[in-house]
């Protein structure tokens, strides 16, 4: 677990004023990781750190003499079309980099001028997915997610036995999962209708959500050698939002025996930015399962994950339908939750993922699962909140929805704030429905 720094101190500064608005996302205590380039250029894409509604360039940065020793080597590291080799370098580099950039972005700083010529308007790029993604794996650590879906197919006994034993995951797609801005068509895939005997193929029918966060690995594990629970941090990253679309009625006819298949693999999308585990670490919480349950196996049990395994992390799903949009009215709450619900945390998840000698390798993604709190209006997935399609939701212009319709718009967003740290977020991670090709 990283320890608090000075980084990470409520009362720092910066001297660009856009890191001070209510509300902003990326204040000095943030300084996330994306990739970025200028829009309407073919410029190379490159490392960069918001502050503010500014990109810090890492090319420019790198270039600029400001930075040395490992900050510099990290820096160098970021400046590339992908930051698996900032990844890679581990948990010091990372921290070197963030605290010197902390420290030429705060009030007073002698390099300002020079860091100031290294930015680059938000307003005025455009993002690619961060990393390359070598392997996804989706786990499925909400509880109250497994239950409701689970009761909606085996009513009097919704959870499976090993799910209060195990991280469950599976191994899913990575070359469709996209950034923020994404918009893909309406799969296509077969489903068997109620009453009949032979499958029809066409259009999935109940495309939905999943709010999800992402969580990137930075520095992998040799094959055969499982990371323990007490270092499994610090072979994260970062975490990002996620929306893993599903969908459902094609799901429902594919994932026995093995699991999801077409009905997952279409399109999956993430946030542009990656928010440091150190970002993080002001809003870590105790971990702590009720009494009744069985506790975390040895392997996946530890003082610090007990402790502050989990995260308060704030999270929320909008949407807006075509109609609103061309009334120009903004996107409606559908949900709001917080992943410090979610039954497993992300070292337990890293642990459990190695425990066989399984190797993680730089800029693997982990989804957390559909992120669901303990009352249906903190349910992430609309076959939740729908309760399996019965009770659809009724927005604010009269419109209703039960599933996703062509021309939805989705956007997730997270934040974390507590008394005593400054308020940090996440950006957007927003996709939209197209009609199908078929």
Known sequence: MTPLNETHNPALRSWLASAHVAGCDFPLQNLPFAVFRRQGCAEAFRGGVAIGDQIVDLVALADSGTLAGLAQTACLAAAQSSLNTLMALGAEAWSALRLALSRDLREGALQQAAVQACLVPQAGVEYTVPARIGDYTDFYTSVYHATNIGKQFRPDSPLLPNYKWVPIGYHGRASSIAVSGQAFHRPVGQTMPPGATVPTVGPCERLDIELEIGIFIGTGNAVGDAIAITQAED????????????????????????????????????????????????????????????????????????????????????????????????????????????????????????????????????????????????????????????????????????????????????????????????????????????
């Open 235 to 438: 072979h994260v990253f970062g975490v990002c939002l996620l929306n893993d679309w599903s969908a459902r009625d094609i799901q429902g006819w594919e994932y026995q025996p093995l699991g999801p298949f077409l009905s997952k693999n279409f399109a999956s999308t993430i946030s542009p930015w990656i928010v440091t585990m150190e970002a993080l670490a002001p809003y870590r919480a105790a971990f702590t399962r009720p009494a009744e349950d069985p506790q975390p196996l040895p392997y996946l049990d530890s003082p610090a994950n007990r402790e502050q395994g989990a995260l308060d992390l704030q999270l929320e799903v909008l949407l807006q339908t075509p109609a609103m949009r061309a009334a120009g009215q903004p996107a409606t709450r559908l949900v709001q939750t917080n992943y410090r619900h979610a039954y497993w945390t992300i070292a337990q998840m890293v642990t459990h993922h190695t425990i066989n000698g399984c190797n993680l390798q730089p800029g693997d993604l982990f989804g957390s699962g559909t992120l669901s709190g303990p009352t249906l209006d903190q349910a992430g997935a609309l076959i939740e909140l729908t309760q399996g399609g019965k009770q659809p939701v009724t927005l604010p212009n009269g419109e209703v929805r039960t599933y996703l319709e062509d021309g939805d718009a989705i956007t997730l967003r997270g934040w974390c704030e507590r008394p005593g740290a400054a308020r940090i977020g996440f950006g957007e991670c927003v996709g939209t429905v197209l009609p199908s090709k078929t």
